[in-house]
């Protein structure tokens, strides 16, 4: 069966024994599990596979379980897939039913997860296209230089300025610039995370780890599995979790709450702060290393007050704005106020 599987592209792990199987499970994920109904020598009954369908399916129960035996019968069949099996295939098998099986049931586990991610994602906002960023101004000049010279890579960006000048913005445009452009954009504001759901937002959790947790949830991480994920106001991460951010910007994994099994996801990730993070670190609230790991390039974005050219072109827009959202005829600024500005 192992070298079956691996000519078609597979890659198998094989267990002898139901501890076996679920040490494998709570390990690592699969896509599917190919697991005979007896162990014990001279057992047909099923019964020990049985047993572990249904360990399984506690474990996880979007898990597509195939049950295989040479002892086959009606009532077993029926009662393997009463206890959640997906298909069950009677020794000696066919090689290409086994196959068709198998395809079938990693395809369906595949749109699964896409559905789950989908689903995730509606609940928070997502930007496709590259936003505008209205700045005309010189002070402005090297941002927009920055973003057009690291866009294209896949470099962890840490955006600083005050509350109020873009920064969420420019973590757009940076996303909408790079080769992950086609992927999910995720914001996610760590400022206004308590530490009670800090884990829980960013990694997701699963069924029973928690009080309210009635069904698994995916995290922003794997939300935006070969995106981008911008975590805006940094420098309040609790430190009690910075060394759990550091840990999936060093390998890419973590762990959902509540479970053991280790997750893999591509994430490019944009930050900002509006606090001085460097006084943070020197402060000890902040860690060096992780800031080493989120601050590959710094883009700096100035004030209002400091770019006081671009001020009559973003009146202009929220003007315009204004009039679209409710319809109404543009007026244009005083002279005055404009004279005002300048």
């Avoid at 509350?163 to 999910?184: E, Y």
């Avoid at 994430?267 to 993070?277: E, Y």
């Avoid at 400091?306 to 679209?324: N, P, T, V, Y």
Wanted: hydrophobic share 40%.
């Amino acid at each position: 069966m192992r070298q079956l599987l691996k000519g078609e592209g597979y890659q198998t792990e094989t267990v002898s024994s139901p501890n076996g199987a679920l040490k494998a499970i709570e390990a690592r994920e699969f896509e599917l599990v190919l697991m005979d109904l007896n162990y014990t020598r001279d057992t047909t009954s099923g019964q020990e596979g049985l047993d572990l369908l249904s360990r399984l399916r506690a474990l996880d129960d979007t898990l597509p379980v195939v049950v295989m035996t040479a002892w086959g019968s009606v009532d077993l069949a029926v009662e393997a897939m009463r206890r959640g099996a997906r298909d069950f295939v009677q020794k000696p098998w066919d090689n290409p039913r086994l196959l068709s099986i198998v395809r079938t049931q990693v395809e369906l586990r595949h749109a699964l997860k896409r559905g789950q991610r989908l689903e995730a994602q509606n609940h928070v906002l997502i930007e496709g296209k590259r936003p505008l960023l209205i700045a005309n101004s010189r002070a402005m000049r090297p941002v927009l230089e920055l973003i057009d010279r690291v866009g294209p890579s896949d470099a962890n960006v840490l955006i600083t300025g005050e509350n109020g000048t873009g920064k969420g913005l420019v973590a757009r445009a940076i996303h909408a610039a790079s080769s992950r452009a086609a992927r999910t954009c995720v914001t996610v504001n760590t400022g206004g995370l308590s530490e009670g759901v800090f884990e829980s937002e960013l990694f997701g959790h699963v069924r029973g780890a928690f009080t309210d947790a009635k069904s698994d949830r995916v995290g922003r991480f794997e939300m935006a599995d070969h995106g981008t994920l911008f975590l805006d106001e940094i420098a309040n991460v609790p430190p009690s979790h910075q060394t759990k951010l550091l840990r999936v910007l060093e390998t890419g994994e973590f762990e959902r709450v509540g479970s053991s099994k280790t997750l893999k996801v591509n994430v490019r990730v944009i930050s900002a702060t509006n606090a001085d993070i460097h006084s943070e670190v020197e402060a000890g609230r902040f860690r060096q290393d992780l800031l080493f790991r989120l601050n590959t390039i710094q883009i700096h974005v100035p004030a209002l007050r400091e770019r006081r050219e671009d001020i009559q072109a973003l009146g202009m827009h929220f003007l315009r704005d204004h009039a679209k959202r409710y319809r109404k005829v543009m007026d244009d600024f005083d002279p005055a106020a404009i004279q005002a500005n300048v």
